[in-house]
């Protein structure tokens, strides 16, 4: 029990108790302390009997510890004392006597509405006669409250005391606020003093007869309750729960905001009202309806004054009402005449201030279609409405088990969309699930009765064909691939995907599900190795390669890091001059082991797992830095992948190699493949308008060989187009060919875009070339790819004017 620290006299007293003690732990005698110097203390002090451990009769007390108590008390029992002094008194008997310590206890005394408190001390005293005596300090401690201030700030709730104002005639007119809490003055919106002494219509408008409730409740002994609306100045409106009574011409307020109540019950009965379900709430007692919704008089067919008049029994089969929260089918009657069954579901509910049970029912036709709808929904592709990964391993295992037992097989076609990331990057989602879906009616479109697809996730899509023969199984796969080859039209534009499809049969490549979709996935990765577009059966060496490939991968990381990895140059030559005006570069790794890789093998390696951005940077620096020793105005292409071209930090990379070079933009030539420009990304383009701002040269590589080249000469206005070699390599011989290289020349010509000719070879090519217009070349007839320091010498070489 704590002992009040800021009391001076109980600190002397426990201080000149303690100085008592004849040894540490022992109780000081009665003679020791009260006998000795207690002086002015001994006022305070009342000296208390007790018995087994607790406080029993006052002895003798002094004339303070006389007021204190406002009564005589030599030789009283405790008993006798009222309850607020006697039972402080009592507690620190029990503290004191079983700890052998002072003890300390608080009294709280009320006069005329004022709280005072006091603190009292005690300490035990060895008595030699008997029990223990207990020697105990009072002392006011200053703390005077405000009881009715106390109680009013201490609810959020309003409170308020009002007095009548009386007309003439003795008539209530109004009334006045006499006391307030700030729970009040929150309600009114205005601060505690601006609403003191106010008239009550001031706040109130006339309208809402508050004044006159207010007067009925005057001379009553009974509480009035009632609900008030009131506009708020922001042009809500309050919702108050108002209790009054009176004392006298007093009357004491209660109010409190019921506005949430409100709005639940506003939402109670909106949710009600507009639920699909036929719902009703029906009396506790009586089992009579009460309201019911839109839902039910539809259902039933009851109009809704028809329903009011009936209990639920009624719609009952031979009048069971069976309040069934448990869910059970009951037979419930329409106004046609007809029944139906229903799972009835119910609550109890409170319903403007009556018991009522809240009922639901569900048309069993209803609930059984929305289980299929629920079952459809865990087996199938909310996007596509293909069967999804869970269904289709419950088709396959059926299959194996239906092999196992009749010996027919089946096989497993693994695809996934070429292309699609990029689609889905640069038009965005809304075109890709778009994508998605036309390719799920286009394989579908390819597939037998008997057979089944299934949309995996992603881009990734499974087919299982069932008891096919080989050729049905090319047939197939041949179907797929050329059906997903055809451009696919999105919001006004064309786009082209492609599909890889990896093929594994039952039971010839596995005769469980697991090994089976390994063994297809394998295969899909080879396919996807040989460029996509092409579907590949499963073979057993397919399993070494893709460790060979992951392997290559793993090596490509580090050639990367150690440094291996180097740039080779060839020669762009202008057709009139055969002057040197550029030079190409070009990436190669030469392994430790194996010696020289072909790109054609590790730079699809590096865009599948992303390592082409930092290489793809490190080329652009190191590009821009050799081409800094370079005479002006000889100029540097760099080939930029797709993948790039998510790098949002592109453009960055650019600036910063022409910075750290010191090269001149106009000098670097960044070329781009179509496919940076499908479907005419808009990112796409605005990165590319983007580093055309720095200066740079932008130039279409492989131009003539997709599907959509001339319309993407709209999208982008580019300085360069590159004649495909493979155009190049027939020039003379195939009538096409030679046809396609003069339309692109003249087509350049005629939008001033500078055309070069790749894979040149021949002097009769060249003449060709140049006959036509062709502007540059490039080709092994000029020089081959080579180190950066040969590629300086071939500039200081003068050119080769012949032919």
Not at 202 to 221: I, K, N, Y
Not at 601 to 630: D, H, T
């Amino acid at each position: 029990m704590s002992i009040p620290s800021s009391d001076a006299h109980a600190a002397a007293l426990i201080q000149h108790w303690r100085s008592c003690r004849t040894r540490p732990g022992a109780m000081p005698s009665y003679d020791a302390v009260v006998l000795g110097r207690l002086g002015r203390l001994a006022d305070r002090f009342a000296l208390i009997a007790t018995r087994d451990g607790r406080a029993e009769r006052i002895l003798w007390g002094g004339p303070g510890f006389r007021d204190w108590i406002e009564d005589e008390i030599h030789d009283r029992p405790l008993a006798q004392i009222p309850d607020e002094i006697r039972r402080p008194i009592e507690e620190i008997g029990v503290a004191a006597l079983r700890t052998g310590e002072p003890a300390g206890a608080r009294c709280d005394r009320i006069t005329d509405g004022v709280v005072t408190t006091w603190s009292l001390v005690g300490v035990p005293l060895a008595n030699g006669s008997g029990s223990p005596l207990l020697l105990v300090h009072v002392d006011r401690n200053g703390v005077r409250t405000e009881l009715m201030q106390a109680m009013f700030g201490a609810t959020g709730q309003g409170l308020m005391a009002l007095g009548a104002i009386r007309d003439a005639d003795g008539a209530v007119a109004d009334f006045k606020i006499v006391a307030l809490n700030q729970g009040a003055a929150e309600i009114f919106g205005r601060p505690v003093p601006s609403l003191q002494w106010q008239r009550l219509g001031d706040l109130v408008p006339v309208r809402l007869g508050v004044t006159q409730r207010l007067s009925g409740v005057l001379g009553c002994a009974d509480r009035a309750v009632f609900e008030l609306a009131t506009p708020r100045t922001d042009g809500t409106v309050l919702h108050l729960k108002v209790e009054a009574r009176a004392i006298g011409d007093l009357i004491a307020v209660a109010m409190t905001d019921v506005g949430d109540i409100k709005a639940r019950e506003a939402s109670f009965r909106f949710l009600f009202e507009s639920n699909p379900l036929p719902m009703w709430l029906v009396d506790q007692e009586t089992a009579r309806f009460v309201a019911v919704n839109e839902a039910a008089i539809a259902h039933y067919g009851y109009s809704r004054e028809a329903f009011l008049a009936r209990s639920l029994p009624d719609l009952s089969e031979a009048g069971a009402c069976g309040f069934a929260r448990d869910g059970r089918l009951h037979r419930h009657l329409r106004a046609d005449g007809s029944w139906i069954e229903v799972t009835l579901f119910e609550r109890s509910l409170a319903f403007e201030g009556r018991p009522t049970l809240l009922g639901a029912a569900i048309d069993v036709t209803e609930q059984r279609r929305a289980e299929a709808r629920i079952t459809h929904m865990a087996h199938h592709d909310a996007l596509t409405g293909l069967p999804n990964r869970t269904l289709f391993a419950v088709r396959l295992t059926e299959a194996i088990a239906e092999q196992a037992r009749t010996g027919a097989g089946a096989a497993l076609l693994c695809l996934d969309l070429d292309k699609f990331k990029l689609v889905n990057d640069t038009l965005g989602h809304p075109a890709g699930d778009a994508l998605l879906r036309t390719v799920a009616e286009r394989i579908t479109a390819c597939l037998r009765a008997e057979d089944l697809v299934a949309r995996l996730g992603g881009d990734e899509f499974a087919v299982l064909l069932r008891d096919p023969d080989p050729a049905t199984v090319a047939a197939i796969a041949g179907r797929i691939v050329e059906a997903l080859s055809r451009p696919v039209r999105l919001g006004g534009r064309e786009c082209q995907i492609g599909v890889s499809i990896g093929i594994a049969r039952l039971p010839e490549h596995g005769t469980d599900s697991d090994t089976l979709l390994r063994n297809a996935d394998l295969a899909l990765y080879r396919a996807k190795a040989d460029g996509g577009s092409v579907a590949h059966g499963f073979e057993a060496a397919m399993d070494s390669w893709a460790r060979s490939r992951r392997r290559r991968e793993t090596d490509l990381h580090e050639a990367f890091a150690r440094g291996d990895l180097a740039l080779a140059f060839q020669p762009v030559v202008g057709v009139r001059s055969r002057a040197i005006v550029g030079f190409e570069a070009l990436l190669r790794w030469h392994h430790p082991v194996e010696g020289a890789i072909s790109p054609a093998e590790f730079v699809p390696l590096a865009e599948e797992s992303g390592l082409i951005v930092p290489i793809g940077a490190w080329v652009l620096r190191q590009a821009c830095a050799e081409a800094s020793l370079w005479v002006d105005p000889v100029r540097v292409a760099v080939n930029l992948s797709p993948v790039q071209f998510r790098d949002p930090g592109l453009v960055a990379t650019v600036r910063e190699a022409l910075a750290l070079s010191g090269l001149a933009p106009h000098r670097l030539e960044l070329e781009v493949t179509e496919s940076v420009l499908l479907a005419a990304s808009e990112a796409n383009v605005a990165t590319l308008h983007a580093l055309r701002d720095l200066g740079v040269r932008i130039a279409m590589d492989d131009f003539g060989t997709g599907y959509c080249s001339l319309s993407y000469l709209q999208k982008f206005p580019f300085d360069k187009i590159k004649i495909d070699r493979s155009f190049v390599s027939q020039l003379g011989e195939n009538a096409h060919s030679t046809a396609i290289v003069r339309a692109v020349i003249g087509l350049g010509a005629s939008l001033g875009i500078v055309t070069v000719a790749e894979g040149v070879e021949t002097e009769a090519q060249f003449a060709h070339l140049r006959e036509e217009g062709c502007e540059e070349v490039q080709g092994y007839l000029f020089g081959r790819p080579a180190p950066a320091a040969q590629a300086g010498a071939l500039i200081r070489r003068k050119p080769d004017l012949a032919a």
